[in-house]
């Protein structure tokens, strides 16, 4: 019999490795595996979500007008100019399948995102993968990388899992060098823990070339619930909603979304929880001798002497019930992603390292 075969690209596709949440003999888990916000949702999203449980026999909205007007005021911008999905990993799946395929080059860059080739190798375009500069990502290296099948750009600003990013100018830079008919894709997933950062919203606004992605699953604490939402140009929004689902979010997603969008009191709070704490951990780190680049993101990237050092300091805050993240995957085998805790979390990662690292010496 012949054998049925799956579409070009489909059988290229690593399949994705969530974090870890349980260690075997091992009570009392911390899981900072997964850029998961320590203190959950607002609890105005919670409520909504328990509310909207009461329609469960209605369909829910299929023009999301609710959420994208909420997301335009708070943000600032056209509502009619953001689309949204189940997770900004659907708003980048529409990208991907709208505007490229096969014979086409889509760029992604070193310690990138792994979704990005993924999405790539779905829609049946070869993805190419850009050094960086220092685990930074590098514009120039980007633009000398594009060539007549480019046609999308992803990158991650701030990125992970480096939690490095690069300035505004340097993202206008790289919209105004790229070759006519690509896009740039900037993924705003960790944009709101980096105080004044609009995530790219401005240069949006001002080019035909350039979409920003956004997350419910970060600062708002809704990672379980799977929205997110992106904004460009109105021609490519009406372009992504022909590929979208009419019902792709349920009422309780559209409701809670809706809700923590628009407390910003309790967002404002998450963000600078997370800015206390992740400096905190950082110093901490430097004490043990754990170097780290500065974080614009809930996490930091912990750098180990190599990636023996980097496994038995994963097996050690393993046994102390703490989960974090090994990045070999992304290139970066000497080095461990730490999502930033609320304070006790902080507290048990710093002091096990630092007994890791006595141990070491
Ligand atoms: C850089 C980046 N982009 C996108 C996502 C996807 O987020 P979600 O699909 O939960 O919105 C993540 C999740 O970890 C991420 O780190």
């Given at each position: 019999m012949t054998k049925i075969t799956p579409q070009p690209?489909?059988?290229?596709i690593a399949l994705y490795v969530g974090g870890t949440a349980h260690v075997e003999g091992v009570s009392d888990v911390v899981k900072?595996?997964?850029?998961?916000?320590?203190?959950?949702?607002?609890p105005a999203a919670s409520e909504a979500a328990r509310r909207a449980t009461?329609?469960?026999h209605r369909y829910p909205a299929t023009d999301h007008a609710g959420l994208r007007a909420a997301i335009g005021e708070i943000h600032d911008?056209?509502?009619?100019q953001v689309i949204c999905g189940v997770g900004s990993d659907e708003v980048l799946q529409f990208i991907a399948q709208s505007y490229a395929g096969p014979g086409d080059e889509v760029i992604y860059t070193e310690?990138?995102?792994?979704m990005y080739p993924i999405l790539a190798h779905a829609c049946g375009a070869t993805p190419v993968k850009v050094a960086e500069k220092d685990r930074v990502v590098d514009v120039d290296a980007i633009l000398a990388a594009c060539?007549?099948?480019?046609?999308i750009v992803f990158i991650a600003n701030?990125?992970?899992?480096?939690?490095t990013m690069i300035d505004l100018d340097e993202c206008a830079r790289l919209a105004n060098g790229l070759p006519e008919g690509a896009l740039l894709v900037?993924?705003?997933?960790?944009?709101?823990?980096?105080?004044?950062?609009?995530?790219g919203a401005s240069l949006v606004a001002s080019r035909c070339n350039v979409i920003m992605t956004r997350t419910f699953s970060k600062i708002h604490g809704l990672g379980g619930l799977r929205i997110g939402w992106g904004y460009a140009p109105r021609d490519i929004i009406d372009v992504l909603n022909r590929v979208?689902?009419?019902?792709?979010?349920s009422t309780v997603q559209l409701a809670a979304a809706e809700a923590a969008v628009r407390d910003t009191g309790y967002t404002e709070k998450c963000r600078a929880e997370n800015e206390r704490l992740r400096g905190w951990l950082a110093e901490a780190l430097a004490r043990h001798g754990v170097k780290t680049d500065v974080?614009?993101?809930?996490?930091i990237l912990a750098r180990f002497a190599d990636a023996a050092e980097a496994d038995a300091c994963d097996a050690y805050l393993k046994s102390q019930g703490l989960i974090v993240r090994k990045v070999g995957g992304y290139g970066l085998p000497n080095c461990l992603r730490i999502t930033v805790g609320d304070e006790p979390a902080c507290r048990r990662v710093a002091h096990a390292v630092g007994q890791f690292r006595e141990g070491a010496e």
């Open positions: 690209g489909i059988m290229e900072l595996s997964s850029n998961e916000n320590p203190f959950g949702p607002s009461y329609e469960l911008i056209d509502p009619d310690h990138g995102f792994s060539n007549d099948k480019t046609r701030p990125a992970n899992p480096t939690g900037l993924d705003g997933a960790y944009a709101e823990f980096e105080q004044g950062y609009d995530g979208r689902q009419p019902f792709n979010l974080s614009h993101t809930n996490f």
